[in-house]
């Protein structure tokens, strides 16, 4: 069977012969974008820089507070500690006493108790005060230790003044509260440190530390005894 075929049926349309005909043009990124990305990317770093920088500066901040206030308490525990040892100075051989001076006795360790737990406490509010960032976990636990130090410390004093007995009670939680701040306070101190924080968080430890044979953390006067 014959089929007859239209010449003009197979070939190209004009359109498509222009479709074949025109070169594929690639389109070309403007000069200007790789340039406003690098400086966005430039912007993002800086912001990066910033924030960490800020943050930094921010946690040597918190932490010089933190000390200056663990300072002052660990200051109204010492003067507490000299004051009680003066007086028991004044009194060598209690057991020679009169009536009378015994109770002179009992009256200025109950005072001196009484104003040591006035200092403590206040220097205990100022460490609570120091303000720390939620995400500053580190600085929080170290404060947090020191608090339940503080609070020892209150407890002790709270209750020789009322019982000047309690001043020649081993207080063995004053000793494991200071000694269990050390490592949270250290570990607090930020990389690298500003306002000699290492240094001063040292101190406190070096110049609070029982020595071997001597008196616990408390009571200094216990070995004038």
Do not use: C
Not at 128 to 154: C, E, F, L, S
């Amino acid at each position: 069977m014959n089929v007859t075929t239209d010449p003009n049926s197979i070939a190209p349309s004009p359109a498509d012969v222009t479709a074949v005909s025109q070169p594929i043009v690639k389109r070309r990124t403007p000069g200007w974008v790789p340039v406003l990305i690098g400086v966005f990317a430039f912007v993002i770093f800086l912001a990066g820089f910033g924030l960490a920088a800020g943050d930094w500066f921010s946690r040597n901040s918190e932490m010089n507070l933190l000390v200056t206030r663990i300072e002052a308490s660990e200051s109204s525990m010492q003067q507490t500690q000299d004051e009680l040892a003066v007086i028991f100075k004044e009194y060598p051989n209690v057991e020679t006493l009169t009536e009378p001076e015994k109770e002179e006795f009992a009256s200025k360790l109950k005072a001196a108790a009484a104003a040591g737990d006035e200092r403590v406490t206040a220097a205990g509010e100022g460490v609570r005060d120091v303000v720390i960032m939620p995400w500053h976990g580190h600085i929080a636990a170290g404060k947090q230790a020191y608090i339940i130090h503080n609070q020892t410390w209150q407890d002790y004093l709270s209750a020789s003044a009322k019982d000047p007995a309690e001043l020649l009670v081993v207080q063995p939680e004053i000793d494991s509260t200071f000694m269990a701040a050390e490592p949270l306070l250290k570990k607090a101190v930020p990389e690298p440190p500003l306002f000699d924080l290492q240094q001063r968080v040292d101190r406190i430890y070096i110049e609070g530390q029982a020595q071997p044979d001597g008196p616990t953390q408390e009571a200094s006067l216990r070995g004038d005894r």
